[in-house]
Nanobody, 123 residues
Framework: QVQLVESGGGLVQAGGSLTLSCAAS????????MGWFRQAPGKEREFVAV????????RYADSVKGRFTISRDNAKRTVYLQMNSLKPEDAAVYYC????????????????WGQGTQVTVSS
């Protein structure tokens, strides 16, 4: 299995930037598609971005496309989410997750989840 730990959350002003990291443990990290999800208080968890096994395939939610960038470093067993032009609507707990499907699939296909890191955006 793979275990995931997010870091890099914090408080940032609207329009600012923040980069999240997700460190993975396990011997098969490169075999997983990695995704980022977020959940704001009182709201359901939503998809943010996903990156395929090789790192060449990426997909983003419309709400973050053009502002967020997902990347991975398989040698470091780490996936990143660079967030630019942050908006108050981006405030949430951000989770990274791993899927054995090549392209990630649906939320239910993500088998392993981290504990989340808080991102707060002030207006």
């Amino acid at each position: 299995q793979v275990q995931l730990v997010e870091s890099g959350g914090g408080l940032v002003q609207a329009g600012g930037s923040l980069t999240l990291s997700c460190a993975a443990s396990g011997r098969t990290f490169s075999s997983y598609a990695m995704g980022w999800f977020r959940q704001a208080p009182g709201k359901e968890r939503e998809f943010v971005a996903v990156i395929g096994w090789s790192g060449s395939f990426t997909r983003y939610a419309d709400s973050v496309k053009g502002r967020f960038t997902i990347s991975r470093d398989n040698a470091k067993r780490t996936v990143y989410l660079q967030m630019n032009s942050l908006k108050p609507e981006d405030a949430a707990v951000y989770y990274c997750a791993a899927s054995s499907k090549l392209w990630g699939g649906e939320e239910s296909d993500f088998e392993h989840w981290g504990q989340g890191t808080q991102v707060t955006v002030s207006s």
